[in-house]
């Protein structure tokens, strides 16, 4: 992994989630030993700066800062598409939670551009 990797584990499958955003942007997973690396994402992705799970529904949501965009696709990567658009605001870090079966994604702005 590179200094322009995030990272986020999974313990209850015993997998991680990280993305790499240098020269060819992808996210991948791998079993926590780093076994059975793949690439699971890797089309039409800049900037990839955060990344959350939904362990009860198997799938994976991250936020691409340079296509201003909140994503979500299954484990294996297919299912993707964008949920929402968001122009114009510096998000650094995405949280998923489900309170009585409503989604809800929490953004952690960084408020100093």
């Known amino acids: ?49 955060a990344l959350s799970v939904d362990t009860a529904n198997d799938k994976l949501y991250w936020s ?10 299954d484990y294996n990567g297919s299912n993707r598409r964008v949920i929402i658009r968001i122009n114009g605001l510096p998000f650094i870090d995405l949280f998923y939670y489900e309170v009585s079966n409503k989604l809800i994604y929490v953004f952690i702005t960084n408020i100093n551009r």
């Open 64 to 73: 691409d800062f340079g296509r201003q965009t909140l994503e979500v696709s």
């Open 1 to 49: 992994m590179t200094s322009s990797t995030v990272c986020n584990l999974i313990l209850h499958f015993r997998l991680m989630f990280f993305s790499d955003n240098g020269l060819h942007p992808r996210i991948e997973r791998a079993s926590l030993d780093g076994q059975d690396r793949k690439v699971i994402v890797y089309r039409g992705l800049l900037s990839v700066v």
